[in-house]
């Protein structure tokens, strides 16, 4: 135990064993009671850290009464390391499930605002209805903040945040604090306090999900007719003639003769100019869907619809469309109904979700050979837990491969093997295409099998619970099932445990680790094998450029027989390239990560500003508002007046009837107005405007109404141009990417561009809060409610 931490834990975790005889000497009542007496000390301004070894204690003996479960010395370990706001490396089995009911309940004595976290919604519920008896048994309040299936009705927000723990998903998190913002009343917001989150498999929602923006969309655009067009120009096109791809296959352009060709097929010339830049924009977007986005494996087309995949694990992934257009390109090359293009009305990143926390902390198997990334990001360190008993896994070195071919063929053959002992068998892929195509090699080896992809999440539960029984074989992408363990019948046991066989090398070690850790669970014997070639997507994408060489020239020695194309590779260089391919990717990965982080840290201060105002207007007294009324006509007037080519008669009256008042006279102004200086355009704005404001209690004599009403103008006006500000800057992120060609760090870009938008965004919400209050329609209704109809 090197972990100074990990030694003070240690300490801690000893106290808790010598307090439990007490507590197990406790009737029910004695032992339920304590809960109530835990907050009583904790409202007399006791700390709660102080609390611990007692509340452990309590909770220790509570999941042994109510579950009949006794937690290992190394799971208290775990629970301590989780309360401090730690990264728990806890290796698979380990009973992570039970090691989260201590801090969580300790935490859930605060009240409100402690959150264990799942990566889907049926893991939350079944977490929840397995050890959420023991907190409602101890006196706490529990609720799930996902609905359970597609059938049930909408959840009862109020009801689930107001709980001392609530289970959830990331993105329902993600989603309900974006809602939240949009809220019109205080009550109608939900998510106050974010004091504790326990995120179970951290490294795939914080590493994995991150790469992604939570984005919420609304608000359809003006539909584009040349979706379509740009698509039948595209099927006419040839590769090598019209466009290239890069030799990954992420990427693809027109060539000079391409560009020629969509000239004449268009009409036009000079398509690269700004006057074009709308259709150039759809045939890129065309030529992208068309060429980088496979049937099958980026989405499926189900019932005229465009469903996306995971590609790791073939999950659908339902509600989710790809931005800026690409969804609607595809939607044109399948020949289904097009969309609406909608716009973003407001974005957060999980990095930037999960730091609004007082104290983060998750459980994982694999997070050590990611640890510099968790503190660097989200200042948080990994503690690796022992595990309760010596793991007795073998892990085998990489078999290296010239092909795909020879590398699955001999994988194939240490199944057979395997399964003539009586093994279970659990064939690991990085990809559904590879999970089916293993799948029909199984079959036509007669060798009986269960495959897991983009099936439901509790199908896969069940498969992978089964999956450790004598001779089952399963083939599973690489994320599927996870959160649940392999559990060995006896037999299986006896003949050598759990093979683990991984057909190529995921995205970086973490992962791979991750699949190492299905087998040897709790003590279990067990192997794991990885199956690897010179022709894998992470080698052909990510290896250092000398690869592509030498992986043609072995590819040309084993089709002359120079070389054996069965054999494996022996020298020691190939492992050092799958390794460093597998580093390069990694990085690439990590720097993604940062990039979006960097952008959303810029967008981040503007979303603050933003939901900071909202809420102080939410709240708002009248004397307030009106100072905010009073401040936006002042704005909107000095904006105009400014401009001198706005000081004449037309231009004047032209700014009243769109922004002050609909039926304004203009007969007067020559007589109110003896010249049109800037002075007195100012001076007779400033009466116009304020003659307006005054006159609005005669019609909403109610002062509570009143209140409603100035408060909904101006936040409609916040709302309307932030709804247009997320979407510029969900625009503009993709546009200044282009502009690092030109010596530009996109960065930098972005941060300039983001900036003069929120300053013309401001100026906006000014005179649309003047708009919303002079030029809405009041309809005063029998019952004594009024109807606005804003401008």
């Not at 605002?113 to 529990?142: C, M, P, Q």
């Not at 009705?153 to 998190?173: G, N, P, Q, R």
């Not at 809420?615 to 401040?631: A, Q, Y």
């Not at 769109?658 to 007067?668: D, K, L, M, T």
Request: aromatic share 8%; with cysteine.
């Amino acid at each position: 135990m090197r972990d100074k931490n990990l030694r003070k834990y240690k300490k801690i975790a000893d106290k808790i064993v010598k307090l439990l005889p007490t507590y197990k000497s406790m009737s029910n009542e004695e032992l339920r009671s304590q809960t109530a007496l835990f907050k009583e000390q904790l409202k007399n301004g006791k700390k709660l850290e102080s609390l611990l070894p007692m509340a452990y204690a309590v909770v220790l003996e509570a999941d042994r009464r109510v579950l009949g479960l006794e937690p290992y010395y190394v799971q208290i370990l775990g629970g301590i390391a989780l309360f401090f706001g730690n990264v728990a490396e806890m290796k698979t089995g380990e009973g992570k499930t039970l090691t989260a009911t201590m801090p969580m309940y300790l935490r859930g004595l605060t009240g409100k605002g402690n959150f264990l976290i799942t990566s889907n919604s049926y893991l939350a519920w079944r977490d929840a209805e397995e050890v959420g008896k023991v907190y409602s048994w101890l006196g706490l309040s529990i609720a799930v903040g996902v609905a359970k299936d597609a059938t049930e009705e909408e959840i009862d927000k109020e009801l689930v945040y107001a709980s001392d723990i609530v289970y959830t998903t990331h993105s329902a998190l993600g989603f309900d604090y974006l809602f939240d913002n949009l809220a019109t009343t205080p009550e109608e917001q939900y998510l106050s306090e974010f004091n504790f989150v326990l995120i179970d498999e951290i490294d795939a929602i914080l590493l994995d999900m991150a790469q992604t923006p939570l984005i919420i969309s609304g608000a359809p655009k003006v539909q584009s007719n040349l979706y379509e067009t740009s698509d039948w120009f595209i099927k006419s096109l040839s590769e090598g003639d019209d466009y290239l791809t890069s030799e990954d296959k992420r990427n693809v352009w027109f060539t000079e003769e391409g560009i020629k060709k969509a000239e004449e097929y268009f009409g036009i010339e000079e398509i690269l100019t700004e006057q074009w830049k709308d259709l150039y924009r759809h045939l890129v977007l065309a030529l992208r869907a068309n060429i980088l986005l496979l049937i099958n494996r980026d989405y499926v087309v189900e019932e005229g619809e465009i469903l996306l995949l995971d590609e790791a694990n073939g999950r659908k992934l339902i509600g989710t469309k790809l931005q800026a257009g690409l969804h609607q390109a595809i939607e044109a090359k399948e020949g289904v109904e097009i969309t609406n293009e909608t716009r973003s009305m407001g974005s957060i990143t999980y990095q930037n979700l999960f730091k609004k926390f007082k104290i983060l902390s998750g459980m994982t198997g694999t997070a050590k050979t990611d640890a510099e990334e968790f503190r660097d990001t989200y200042n948080v360190n990994v503690v690796q837990i022992p595990t309760n008993k010596p793991i007795r896994r073998e892990d085998h070195s990489d078999e290296v491969y010239v092909t795909n071919k020879a590398k699955v063929l001999a994988s194939l053959n240490i199944v057979k093997n395997a399964l003539n002992q009586g093994r279970p068998v659990l064939v690991e892929t990085g990809s559904v295409s590879m999970s089916n195509l293993y799948s029909l090699l199984l079959l036509q080896q007669k060798v009986p099998h269960n495959l897991l992809n983009a099936t439901t999440v509790a199908k896969e539960s069940l498969i992978v619970s089964e999956a450790g029984r004598k001779g089952a074989v399963t083939v599973a992408t690489s994320m599927a099932g996870r959160g649940t363990d392999i559990k060995l019948d006896p037999e299986a046991k006896e003949s050598g445990g759990l093979l683990v066989v991984g057909t190529e090398r995921m995205t970086s070690d973490r992962i791979d680790n991750q699949l190492r850790g299905r087998a040897g669970r709790q003590g279990d014997p067990g192997d794991t094998i990885f199956f690897v070639s010179m022709e894998d997507k992470i080698v052909v994408e990510s290896a250092p450029k000398w690869v592509a060489k030498s992986r043609k020239s072995l590819i040309d020695k084993a089709q002359t027989a120079e070389i054996e194309a069965d054999e494996p590779l022996k020298e020691k260089k190939y492992d050092k390239i799958i390794s460093k391919s597998q580093t390069n990717r990694k990085n690439q990965e990590i720097e993604s990560r940062k990039n979006i982080l960097e952008y959303d840290e810029i967008i981040s201060v503007q979303r603050e500003k933003i939901y900071a105002t909202r809420n102080k207007v939410m709240e708002s007294t009248l004397p307030f508002l009106d100072g905010i009324i009073d401040t936006a006509a002042s704005h909107v007037i000095a904006g105009f007046v400014n401009d001198k080519a706005n000081l004449d008669k037309d231009c004047l009256i032209d700014f009243i009837y769109n922004n002050i008042q609909y039926n304004f006279v203009p007969f007067s102004l020559d007589e109110e107005l003896e010249n049109y200086s800037k002075k007195s355009v100012e001076t007779f704005l400033r009466q116009l405007i304020n003659n307006r404001i005054k006159q609005i209690p005669g019609i909403i004599p109610d002062e509570f109404q009143l209140l409603y009403f100035k408060r909904i103008a101006v936040l409609k006006a916040i709302d309307a141009m932030w709804v247009e500000q997320s979407d510029n800057l969900q625009q503009l992120k993709s546009v200044v990417n282009g502009r690092s060609w030109g010596q530009h760090k996109p960065i930098y870009e972005f941060q300039l561009e983001a900036r003069r938008s929120f300053f013309e965004m401001k100026d906006e919400i000014w005179l649309n809060i003047l708009r919303n209050l002079l030029l809405s329609d009041l309809v005063h209704k029998a019952d004594g409610s009024i109807d606005v109809d804003f401008p």
